[in-house]
């Protein structure tokens, strides 16, 4: 038996966005094991909650991570107004709908940019971010902010978009799907990219599942399991098929990630195409008092939201479960075995978001 | 499994226009709803003060006596929240951003005193 060393990694390191840091148990270039340490940029934002009113709590909660923000708020709000018994009007459903799409769309463009980036495909990168600076664009003349939108509250949205701007959006969104339907070539069918993605990562069904792995980073390993099928917001008015692949490797996670990104362009045009006119918020009386749990599916994964109220303008208690952090035991299962070199890409096929992890 | 998959896109790119804006020749032209600053409307303003018991971030001071209405523009997190509780509807967001500022300052603003009491 090879002489066993620690190589640490992170908390920083050039392919790693957000700190998290590894200890990696090497037998020559191996990976034996891998000591995840987490907590780097704990922010305390759960404890807040007894700082802040339940209304104020939405920017709070938007302000967990800066990529799924919309999701976040969405999914507190949602699990307020369940506690609450109050029923968001049909339109203010479909703009959530439609929002929830392009934050997906956004979030899987960035993570096939960094992808690239971290197998040293710098124009690749380029090509996907000048994608989703399109989307971001969309975002800020929609919401009025290009990170965080604002535009949830308890009981509702705060903006409207009109018949032209959503005609406006699937312009854009065309364009978008013509522009990536030619990208997707380069990362599915490259004979370069495909050596650094295929036959590494593996993650078996039954590993999958045993470890409680959520989102694209499960269903690449055949769970088929979407949170959106639950019919939250108006999904359940929405046509849509789960995306599964069965070959749990680092190339499935980025086909079914791929194959996403087309799914909700789809889904915003069948919503635009469904949705209703009429009130976009219902006004909301009294404090919230009971508890909920709501699951939302975001572009990482099924994301979980407590909350309990007391019948007071402060809750008790909210605590959101975060995909990453649901993925991190299945992550350090597939670096087992790898080569250290695999170790910075195997990292981002579960596409982490830290700040989401620790809050 | 192919090469050349990407020389479509890098001949494209020969040939187009550059994604990037020319910054500083060329000037960001904001989107209509974007949340760049907040505005008050000091002649409409009543100093109820709903604002600044809103704002989740303490930014907004209303001194009802001597009829001022202060903010702070690097605490201001431009979520609208006073905007939609305004009674009065006199708050409003602007697009363009708080200009970069050596040190955090406060800004505030006065009401001029009024001649005729039916114009609030």
């Known amino acids: 038996m090879s002489k066993r060393s620690i190589v640490p990694f992170g908390p920083h390191h050039p392919v790693l966005p957000e700190p998290i840091h590894l200890d990696l148990v090497l037998e020559d270039e191996k990976v034996v094991e891998a000591v995840p340490s987490i907590g780097f940029i704990h922010r305390g934002l759960e404890k807040l909650v007894e700082k802040k009113d339940f209304n104020e709590y939405v920017y709070v909660a938007e302000r967990i991570c800066g990529i799924c923000s919309f999701m976040h708020g969405m999914g507190y709000c949602e699990a307020v107004e369940h506690v609450m018994g109050v029923e968001i009007p049909p339109r203010a459903k479909y703009l959530r709908t439609i929002w929830c799409e392009m934050s997906r769309l956004h979030s899987h463009l960035m993570w096939l940019g960094l992808l690239a980036d971290a197998f040293g495909f710098e124009s690749l990168f380029m090509q996907s971010w000048r994608m989703r600076e399109k989307i971001l664009d969309m975002f800020e003349a929609s919401t009025g902010g290009r990170v965080i939108f604002s535009v949830n509250k308890i009981g509702g949205e705060m903006k409207d978009m009109d018949g032209d701007m959503l005609k406006g959006f699937l312009k854009i969104l065309n364009e978008i799907e013509k522009e990536l339907r030619e990208l997707s070539k380069t990362f599915l069918d490259n004979k370069a990219v495909n050596s650094r993605l295929q036959g590494v990562g593996f993650l078996t069904k039954q590993q999958a599942h045993d470890l409680g792995t959520v989102g694209p980073f499960m269903r690449a390993s055949g769970i088929d399991r979407d949170t959106r099928n639950m019919g939250y917001a108006a999904y359940s008015d929405i046509d849509f098929e789960t995306i599964t692949s069965n070959a749990g490797d680092s190339y499935a996670r980025t086909e079914v990630r791929i194959k996403e990104l087309f799914q909700s362009i789809d889904i915003i045009r069948q919503a635009v195409e469904k949705i209703p006119s009429g009130e976009i918020a219902v006004p909301v009386k009294g404090f919230p008092d009971g508890e909920y749990f709501m699951r939302v599916e975001q572009p990482r994964g099924e994301a979980v939201y407590y909350v309990k109220g007391n019948g007071t303008k402060f809750l008790d208690r909210v605590r959101v479960r975060t995909p990453t952090f649901a993925n991190l035991p299945g992550m350090l299962e597939t670096l087992k075995g790898s080569q250290l070199a695999d170790v910075p890409i195997l990292i981002l096929t579960i596409d982490p978001c830290i700040s989401c992890t620790e809050r | ?120």
């Open chain 2, 1 to 120: 499994m192919k090469l050349l998959t990407f020389a479509k896109t890098e001949l494209h790119n020969l040939f187009s226009k550059p994604a990037t804006r020319l910054y500083p020749q060329e000037p960001r032209v904001y989107p209509e709803r974007t949340r760049g600053h907040v505005e008050n409307d000091m002649d409409v303003c009543v100093f109820c003060g709903l604002c600044s018991k809103k704002c989740p971030t303490g930014a907004i001071i209303v001194d009802r006596a001597a009829k001022t209405w202060s903010i702070k523009r690097f605490s201001c997190i431009q979520c609208g929240y006073c905007v939609a509780s305004c009674p009065k509807k006199c708050i409003s967001m602007r697009p363009d951003y708080t200009q970069p500022a050596g040190e955090k300052s406060t800004e505030t603003f006065t009401q001029a005193p009024k001649d005729d009491q039916s114009a609030s």
